[in-house]
């Protein structure tokens, strides 16, 4: 069976300290807290979305976070979308 070799794009991480370390990687899994976040970022969208809701002791809690720096024309039209997200 092949497996596909996600190295640089897919990466893990622990939150330390309530922030979120950015990587090279395009998708982050972060453990914190509250469970298990899904952080993305490039040039049009910072995001951290739950993706498992647990506790985990010791860890602090992230917040979930949407940022827009550049809203491409394609999605003008989702703007109430995203204010309701951040």
Not at 30 to 58: Q, S
Not at 59 to 84: D, H
Request: hydrophobic residues 50%; charged residues 15%.
């Amino acid at each position: 069976m092949n497996s596909m070799n996600l190295s640089g794009l897919v990466d893990h991480a622990i939150a330390r300290d309530g922030a979120v370390v950015n990587s090279s990687a395009v998708v982050e899994y972060v453990m914190h807290g509250g469970g298990v976040m899904l952080k993305a970022k490039n040039g049009h969208f910072d995001i951290t979305l739950p993706l498992a809701t647990a506790e985990i002791r010791g860890l602090p809690v992230v917040k979930r976070s949407v940022k827009m720096t550049a809203i491409p024309a394609q999605f003008q039209g989702m703007r109430g979308l995203i204010a309701r997200l951040s």
